[in-house]
């Protein structure tokens, strides 16, 4: 009988768990794709994230016409953005004498100059000027510039030749320094200049690191260079955008405060909080409340049991953070947000100051990463997102560092698919809900017509030893 039980339970585990449609996930939602087959990349969006039921997202698929789970994989995040130009900002340039005695002589005499900077003296160098020897050349032998205005800085230094200067073509080498004594090589590079076209066709941009103090713009022995002045352009690093926020709902705990659950299939970042009201500062304990399963009391040490009440599955993940909005002089400044070390299943935020705070709760944000995936299309289409699915195991999987392009490992050159309108998917939630309430029904008869066979083949069974007992007594 405990054969036959078995069997009959293992057939409706089979019927229950047979391959995944898109009707067995509780969102789904058409896609739009530039090509009809080939691998694409996605972004599902933060309505589709919340339907998932695991933080790796395991229960996410795409389906084609035919119902079937396409090959699929995480892509990479995207590469950081551009970097951005700051202004111009003027470089002050002197020439050098073209005699080395002479030019050591100027350079000698600056580096005194300088020295005396440390007594508040102001070192400057003047366009043709700072030293009788430094004064404007026909044909100089090198340039110093004050780069002290870029300490720290990184980016273009560009040179700039006068109106008039004749063509030029050579390789300089740009030296640094930091009390014009020591140099250091800090650059070099093809320096040209080219009218034959009409227009002038410059090269002249170098890239600089760090700038130190000064530097010395040097050339083999020939013709020299006539530069009028130098720019330096900062390369700033872009911002990035600011990440997506999803509001939490809060609901009062009965152990005190509000308590939010929180979407596993959300990448959060950062929760954010705001206070309920203007002008208004209050001390917040955040406890965290995670999924782990209860040890079996068979295995409890005897320090547990002999507690009588059970331990709370709360436990403090972030003690006293401060929630303001404040008016300072016309601008309202806000708290900023927190970070937690763990991923929780849950949140409570309990008012610790004041003490017997009995208003509104804060409102809760929940700042999270945008998710990319690609997807292998196959037709025939159209295509869906289907996600939302409890116990759910991944789907049919891509190794997606293969297929990228050596010049493109984020995949940001993949032809995009994007969700239909959200109206569609709205409309499709109630037939969702109720394909599955009918799904939940169809599988709690399975279930029950599975126990009332179990029950009927054990009456049987033990009808048929009954049957056998009269027998033997009456042949007694």
């Given at each position: ?57 395991r229960d996410l698929r795409v389906f084609n016409a035919n119902g079937e ?299 999270w990463a945008p998710v990319r995936i690609a997807f292998l299309a196959r ?98």
């Amino acid at each position: 009988m405990r054969r036959i039980a078995a069997m009959t339970v293992l057939a409706s585990s089979v019927a229950l768990g047979s391959t995944l449609t898109p009707e067995d996930f509780e969102y789904r939602i058409a896609l739009t794709t530039e090509r009809p087959e080939g691998l694409h990349s996605l972004e599902p969006g933060e309505r589709a994230l919340r339907f998932s039921s695991a933080p790796d997202l395991r229960d996410l698929r795409v389906f084609n016409a035919n119902g079937e789970a396409l090959p699929m994989a995480t892509l990479p995040p995207l590469a950081p953005a551009a970097v951005e130009r700051g202004p111009v900002i003027a470089v002050r340039i002197v020439p050098l004498p073209p005699a080395p005695q002479a030019r050591d002589r100027v350079l000698a005499d600056f580096a005194l100059r300088l020295e005396r900077d440390g007594r508040h003296t102001v070192l400057e160098l003047h366009p043709g000027g700072g030293s009788e020897a430094a004064a404007a050349l026909p044909d100089p032998g090198g340039y110093l510039m004050d780069l002290r205005p870029l300490k720290d800085k990184v980016g273009e230094l560009s040179l700039q030749f006068a109106a008039t200067a004749p063509d030029y073509a050579g390789q300089i080498e740009i030296l640094g320094s930091d009390d014009l004594v020591g140099w250091r090589r800090i650059g070099d590079g093809p320096l040209a200049r080219n009218r034959s076209l009409g227009d002038a066709v410059e090269r002249a941009t170098f890239d600089l690191v760090r700038p130190t103090a000064f530097a010395r713009i040097s050339w083999p022995s020939g013709a020299a260079p006539q530069l009028a002045g130098a720019g330096f352009v900062e390369r700033l690093p872009a911002i990035p955008p600011p990440l997506p926020r999803a509001s939490l709902t809060l609901v009062a705990s009965g152990e005190g405060g509000w308590t939010a659950d929180l979407p596993p299939g959300l990448p959060m970042t950062r929760i954010v909080l705001h206070a309920p009201q203007t002008n208004q500062s209050l001390r917040v304990n955040i406890h965290c409340r995670t999924d782990q399963p209860a040890r079996d009391a068979r295995v409890r040490h005897l320090r547990e049991l002999a507690v009588r009440e059970a331990p709370s599955p709360w436990s403090l993940c972030l003690p006293g953070v401060e929630v303001y909005k404040v008016d300072r002089d016309g601008h309202w400044i806000e708290n900023a947000p927190v970070a937690l070390q763990q991923r929780p299943a849950q949140l409570r935020l309990e008012v610790v100051d004041p003490k017997d705070y009995s208003g509104t709760p804060p409102a809760v944000e929940l700042e999270w990463a945008p998710v990319r995936i690609a997807f292998l299309a196959r037709a025939p289409g159209p295509f869906r997102l289907a996600v939302g699915r409890t116990g759910a195991d991944y789907g049919p999987r891509l190794d997606i560092a293969a297929l990228l392009a050596s010049d493109d490992r984020s995949g940001a050159k993949l032809p995009a698919a994007r969700i239909a309108r959200e109206k569609e998917g709205a409309a499709g939630g109630a037939a969702q809900g109720k394909a599955r309430s009918a799904d939940i029904d169809l599988r709690w008869r399975i279930a029950l017509w599975s126990a009332l066979l179990v029950a009927v083949l054990a009456l049987a069974g033990m009808a048929w030893r009954l049957a056998r007992r009269m027998s033997a007594s009456d042949e007694r």
